[in-house]
């Protein structure tokens, strides 16, 4: 089975502050893709990842950015968190190729 | 441009019987794919079933199965004999073919009545 974790389920952060969310996969998968979730608005996607080193912005990157120096982990990085970014991310991760993703647990992320 | 559909924002349904997810898509692509994802209150999104835009039949996997109608841009989730931990949010997705990007629709909140 896929396995997508996730380093923190729950997370609290004051405005101002660098966050850090890290995604490791342990199936070899060359995508990886970070996602944010709120209600009413479904998954929308921040940035990806086709490969080590490589990224692309989805459809909200203002305000993230992201970092793969490993084919494992994928990590999303918030250079100073507002209080509208808080929200549940989701990771996910993929074959090259294949259109299947398979979803970490999430973080439920709170900025005040 | 992709855009997914989702236009029942929560149900209920007595458990055991059948129910119907409702999901329209918009897509200017020419060969793309058609997810379920089931999302419980613990969070984690579980792929549930997918169906290509080239398939002939609709897709099944256990009480799941995608009900595919290519001219009506419509791929309804059917879940067959409900159960209590069907309960859960329900994404429908898409991508165009070896795009490998997801466009999610906004979700359907599916709760089972004992």
């Not at chain 1, 086709?50 to 982990?73: A, L």
Request: aromatic content about 12%; glycine content about 8%; proline content about 3%.
């Amino acid at each position: 089975d896929v396995k997508v974790t996730q380093s923190s389920r729950y997370l609290v952060k004051r405005t101002g502050e660098k966050v850090f969310l890290e995604c490791v996969q342990d199936m070899d998968h060359e995508n990886m893709f970070w996602y944010r979730q709120d209600p009413g608005l479904g998954l929308r996607l921040i940035y990806f990842s086709y490969d080590v080193k490589m990224k692309e912005k989805g459809d909200i990157p203002e305000g993230y950015s992201v970092s793969r120096e490993k084919k494992e982990r994928f990590s999303l990085i918030l250079e100073s968190a507002s209080t509208n970014q808080t929200s549940m991310y989701l990771c996910a991760s993929s074959l090259a190729g294949e259109e299947t993703q398979y979803f970490g647990p999430g973080t439920r992320l709170l900025v005040l | 441009a992709q855009k997914i559909t989702q236009t029942q924002p929560g149900m209920f349904v007595q458990e055991k019987e059948a129910v119907t997810l409702d999901c329209t898509y918009d897509t200017s692509d020419p060969s793309y794919g058609l997810f379920w994802y089931k999302q419980p209150s613990s969070g984690e999104m579980i792929f549930l079933i997918y169906q290509g835009s080239y398939d002939q039949q609709n897709a099944t996997e256990g009480r799941y199965s995608l009900n595919f109608q290519k001219a009506r841009k419509s791929a309804n989730l059917v879940i067959s004999a409900s159960q209590l931990g069907d309960s859960a949010m329900y994404f429908c997705a898409m991508s165009a073919l070896l795009d490998e990007k997801l466009t999610f629709g906004t979700g359907t909140r599916l709760t089972i009545i004992p």
